[in-house]
């Protein structure tokens, strides 16, 4: 997963690359492959890295329970003395 990550992010950084490259040519044509990398990276790589990322994460670790607040609590208890 972390090497098709790798491949998709060069793609889209030389198609941007590509697109302000071939800009000055064409300039229709440059903006639709900067356009279609812009896209491609917040709707293809940002969603599959956030999904690679947070594999093997619970969200017991983020949520406040009663738990967590004395806990919270208590190392401020502990810093303030």
Do not use: C
């Not at 198609?15 to 639709?32: A, P």
């Not at 738990?67 to 190392?75: F, G, L, Q």
Request: charged content about 20%.
């Amino acid at each position: 997963m972390k090497y098709i990550l790798y491949i998709i992010f060069i793609a889209i950084l030389g198609s941007i690359s590509y697109g302000y490259y071939i800009k000055t040519d064409n300039e229709l044509l440059g903006h639709q492959f900067i356009g279609l990398a812009v896209a491609g990276f917040f709707l293809v790589w940002m969603p599959v890295f956030l999904i690679h990322r947070s594999k093997n994460n619970t969200i017991k670790k983020y949520m406040i329970t009663d738990d967590t607040i004395k806990k919270i609590k208590d190392e401020a208890e502990t810093f303030l003395d």
